[in-house]
């Protein structure tokens, strides 16, 4: 059985700022984590994917997560808001060896950012 | 790479019609296509999975009869929902992969949002 737990619904943070989403999940298997962001009325993008290679991932604009088994966590980060930052994200567990699609999302985080 | 297109983005339909939005994989061959709806401020629900050329496989609760999915081929997959009511109005995005794995990453097409009156 595998489950996430978006631990905030809403962050909100200034421009310039770091940013920190997070997440933890349960998984009985080594699972595959994987962040997206999702703009208003669109389809969501893949920030990074953790795949049990290195525990610190860096995905596209500046974003980067930790695994830690230990935790449970896979925090999502980010040096420096920008306003373009401003999205729904969602933290996604999949742990099961075969169909990709039986993936558990998260409720989103909704990141604001402040001028 | 790895774009996913859905038509219509958007349709408007009286109750009682049906309504089919398209799911494409446009530059890779899906060997797996996703199907979940998404109410307003919440996370994705899987609707169902579907492999080209055989039956697809629908999550728990969710009506075969009412929502039909077809994966002709490697590259589209059609959900079409039959006798739609205003109940059924969601935003009903798509995603699709070519590995069978875990780690495979979803690629997610844009999204249709679909009102019925």
């Known amino acids: 059985a595998q489950s996430v737990t978006q631990l905030d619904s809403h962050v909100s943070v200034s421009e310039g700022t770091p940013v920190l989403l997070r997440c933890n999940y349960s998984?009985?298997?080594?699972?595959?984590l994987f962040w997206y962001v999702q703009h208003p009325n669109k389809g969501l993008q893949l920030l990074l994917k953790?795949?049990?290679?290195?525990?610190l991932v860096k995905g596209i604009n500046g974003f980067e997560a930790e695994f830690k088994k230990s935790e449970t966590s896979f925090h999502l980060t980010k040096p420096s808001a920008h306003m373009s930052d401003a999205a729904e994200y969602f933290c996604v567990v999949s742990d099961t060896n075969t169909n990709a699609g039986k993936s558990t999302f998260g409720d989103g985080t909704t990141l604001t950012v402040k001028p | 790479g790895a774009v996913v297109s859905q038509h219509p983005s958007w349709v408007i339909c009286k109750s009682g019609t049906s309504v089919k939005i398209e799911c494409r994989s446009l530059d890779f061959q899906a060997t797996t296509m996703f199907w979940y709806r998404q109410f307003p401020k919440q996370s994705l629900m899987l609707m169902a999975t579907s492999n080209e050329g055989s039956k697809a496989t629908y999550e728990q609760g969710v009506e075969k009869d009412k929502f039909l999915i077809n994966h002709a081929s490697l590259t589209l997959s059609t959900l079409t929902v039959t006798s739609a009511h205003p109940e059924d109005s969601s935003f009903y995005i798509c995603?699709?992969?070519?590995?069978?794995?875990?780690?495979?990453?979803?690629?997610f097409g844009p999204g249709t949002r679909l009102t019925v009156l």
């Open positions: 995603s699709a992969t070519y590995g069978t794995g875990r780690e495979d990453t979803q690629y």
């Open positions: 998984s009985s298997y080594s699972p595959s």
């Open positions: 953790y795949t049990s290679a290195a525990t």
